[in-house]
């Protein structure tokens, strides 16, 4: 079974940084993806940036390109999302998920890297605000 734990979120003044962590467990091979995600109060839950765990290829929301930085730990059992720059429009929760069978749905099916219905596993949530 996949579990997925986030931490390091908080509150932040605008334009300080936060590390996120996603700690991963139960992949039984590096064919997943994973994202990270956010929802603040009344929007939809967005994607902000992904990983895949075979071969590294990243992805961006245009929203935090330039400011975040999505990496993976060499035993591959920890996301991280560096986040520069924080903004107050970047205050939301903030989730990681997995998404299994990643070639499928990138090479076959051609799917986008930030459909949340992609994805089976959750983590729990962490609260990251930034205050202006």
């Known amino acids: 079974e996949v579990q997925l734990v986030e931490s390091g979120g908080g509150l932040v003044q605008a334009g300080e940084s936060l590390r996120l962590s996603c700690a991963a467990s139960g992949f039984t091979s590096d064919d997943y993806a994973i994202a990270w995600f956010r929802q603040a109060p009344g929007n939809e839950r967005e994607g902000v940036s992904s990983?895949?765990?075979?071969?590294?290829?990243?992805y961006y929301a245009d929203s935090v390109k330039g400011r975040f930085t999505i990496s993976m730990d060499n035993a591959k059992n920890t996301v991280y999302l560096q986040m520069n720059s924080l903004k107050p429009e970047d205050t939301a929760v903030y989730y990681c998920?997995?998404?299994?069978?990643?070639?499928?749905?990138?090479?076959?099916?051609?799917?986008?890297?930030?459909?949340?219905?992609?994805?089976?596993?959750w983590g729990q949530g962490t609260q990251v605000t930034v205050s202006s």
């Open positions: 990983i895949a765990a075979s071969d590294g290829t990243t």
């Open positions: 998920a997995a998404r299994l069978n990643d070639y499928y749905y990138s090479e076959i099916a051609m799917a986008p890297w930030s459909d949340p219905e992609d994805f089976a596993s």
